[in-house]
């Protein structure tokens, strides 16, 4: 993968160009881009700033965030050759920072299920996961070295495990979903792609101004281990990738515990579609109204069912949802954990291109608001990951304990 | 001014048609428009529905609200002619209802604090107030019986209470924002304007699919006084207004009393701008980075200032408003009032086109994201009103109480 913190060193020790760094990115892409398909349009002419700290640094954008000179075209052809007036706050963020908007990724349609046309790089006829398909797909095959994604369900941390590479869902609203498609206000959330903890940390302090992000040099974290009792029963692969990375934690000197979750956040996980679907259906009621054709075939019948959620359906869940966001921070805080380590997916990509996986894995973390960080799990078969998860607000303790497993899996 | 309710009314007895309701808005336009200037664009020959609990209801729509149809122009020459592909959910939900969404009306820049070109149809030579200046004069004209405007500091129930219609702030997210250019994710509300107190209601249940809305035969509310103190002296005549109000309530039959909030909302209070600028000049980053030059002045001045807001203070004053919003239910609750009445503004709009007026008295409540309806207070002179202001969620009370107002001043 190429590793924006890498990019940077050399540009900063004049081993580099900005051009030279935008160079190495443009060779990954004519090498990798025709078997991986995570692309939908790229620039072909950037300007390429020689100042600010991502100087250099080209980046993907999910085709369901606005760029204002690149088309955005939500994975759908209700949208096709759509060209929004303005960049999104995180875009123009990272422009502003001196990186490159080279390319717009890959996104099932409106970030929903149906899948793209992208191939896992890392794992031959699996799929890539989604809905931010195409940005995980590139920064996995080594293509580009930052990208951003969104996730509603699990669409940032699942890809991200299911190809190999660094995921992270920040805390709610840490990054603005301004200019980015909504689908659920309640739950849409952008992330970040990267090849490694401490790039992803660089890129988040950087987009947010928040210097502590990126202070990874905690203590070893007290671990809880959470093998979801309210999930399915998770594949026998990613249970070992899940005991592989909590024992190397904890011969790198972090405690571990088995965790177990009060109730409250059974009936949670269990009320996310309820949330994300009563907004879905007014998020998009446009498209399902004047576009329903158009619409592919699971998001249209999510949609054509969403429109009976009874509204006192959807007020009972964001009272048990609010209840459980409010809690959580003292349900580890009594347990004695600092963060969670959990599966980012029941385990590898399922094979064949019909599904984009299960995102049951993800959806509390979303529904609570709170930082995740997905890292990948050595090992010789298709790639696996480990998610860990912090208090709301607490990205530096989710990332620094990301940091922690990422450097523990290494030794 | 003309009422959904009694348009609707002749429709359903047959007095009236769908087409004929159109006309009657057609003909009140072309009388006043010419002198209000409230509308930007207008569509010319929309389709009118023949069924729907709104159909022959021509709307309005402020014009940082996206229309598929209609250009979007957020008040700004940097939109100049700008299309966007989809209704924002709100409209596209009056349109199912049968509503035509006939004009797009005028709004300051992107929804801040430079004054339009309106003209108050109740009190020559004073402002229309802002931001929604077109929905609120076009509705207080009586050229509209329904406009959707927006409101992230007074930009509602200010305009309202300048021109004389009825201004609903609902609860913060029972409108979704999706569509509307944002300023502030934290702030951002949808509102509505109209003639009266139940078409008012009668508009937000089928919006929102809530019936109990507009159920506004609610026992006498009992009603906490404010004169916040933490604002600047209010005017005479709107502290003549405001007793009006009370005294009219009391002789009705409601409880009144004094209230004053604990030092915690004077805090709160104090910390709007934080949180409204530092959104805003991230939310606005595109346009101020590539377009500075065409922001106007007092814009431009503010999101210049915006950028030097520290992240820290911005986390502090998050915190703070937290405490404030979880708590405010229990405030009233302990004081024994069900609404607050208070001011929507220090008085009668300001004399002349050069300020939007003041929006001191609507920060907190915005802030709180609680629901805050105005109400005309009739009288000889330039249009005042009274607000009334409930805890979050409890929109039907806001209303309630403010028919209840409403009906007790017309006796």
Redesign the interface.
Same mark, same amino acid.
């Given at each position: 993968m190429l590793s924006l913190l890498s990019l940077r060193a050399g540009i900063e020790a004049g081993t580099l160009t900005q051009a030279g760094a935008l160079a190495l990115v443009r060779e990954a892409i004519a090498a990798r881009e025709p078997d991986v398909g995570a692309l939908v349009s790229l620039d072909p002419d950037p300007v390429v700033p020689t100042k600010g700290p991502l100087a250099g640094i080209a980046f993907g954008v999910k085709d369901v965030i606005d760029t204002?000179d690149l088309p955005t075209q939500m994975g759908s052809a209700?949208?096709a050759g759509?060209r929004p007036?303005?960049?999104?706050?995180a875009?123009?963020?990272l422009?502003?920072l001196g990186g490159v908007a080279l390319a717009k990724t890959t996104t099932t349609a409106f970030a929903f299920m149906d899948p793209t046309e992208t191939r896992n790089p890392n794992a031959p006829g699996r799929t890539p996961g989604g809905s931010s398909a195409g940005s995980a797909a590139a920064v996995a095959a080594g293509m580009l070295p930052l990208a951003l994604g969104t996730q509603t369900g699990g669409s940032v941390i699942r890809p991200a495990a299911f190809c190999g590479a660094v995921g992270v869902k920040p805390s709610f609203?840490l990054l603005?979903?301004?200019g980015m498609k909504?689908f659920s206000?309640t739950l849409d959330t952008l992330g970040l792609f990267t090849a490694s903890v401490a790039d992803a940390a660089h890129a988040l302090a950087l987009l947010?101004?928040?210097p502590d992000i990126e202070r990874l040099d905690d203590a070893p974290p007290r671990i809880g281990l959470l093998v979801p009792d309210f999930c399915p029963s998770p594949d026998p692969d990613g249970l070992a990738a899940l005991r592989r990375a909590a024992e190397a934690a904890e011969a790198f000197g972090a405690p571990v515990r088995d965790l177990s979750l009060p109730s409250l956040y059974r009936e949670a996980f269990g009320l996310h579609g309820t949330i994300q679907d009563f &907004?879905g259906i007014?998020?998009l009621?446009? &498209?399902h109204?004047?576009h329903r054709a158009a619409l592919p075939p699971l998001l249209r019948a999510q949609l054509d069912a969403a429109g009976t959620i009874p509204?006192a359906a959807y007020d009972a869940a964001r009272r048990v949802v609010r209840a459980a966001r409010r809690d959580f921070r003292t349900v580890l805080k009594d347990e004695g954990v600092d963060v969670v380590l959990t599966l980012p997916a029941p385990g590898v990509a399922p094979h064949g291109y019909g599904s984009t996986g299960d995102s049951r894995f993800n959806r509390l973390w979303t529904l609570l608001g709170v930082p995740c960080v997905t890292v990948p799990v050595p090992g010789d078969g298709p790639p696996l990951g480990v998610q860990m998860v912090a208090p709301f607000g607490e990205d530096a303790h989710a990332l620094a304990a990301a940091a922690f497993v990422e450097r523990a899996l290494s030794r």
């Open positions: 204002a209700v949208y759509w007036r303005a960049d999104a706050p875009v123009a963020r422009r502003a609203r603005p979903t301004v909504c206000w947010t101004d928040r &907004e007014r998020a009621a446009w &498209e109204t004047h509204v």
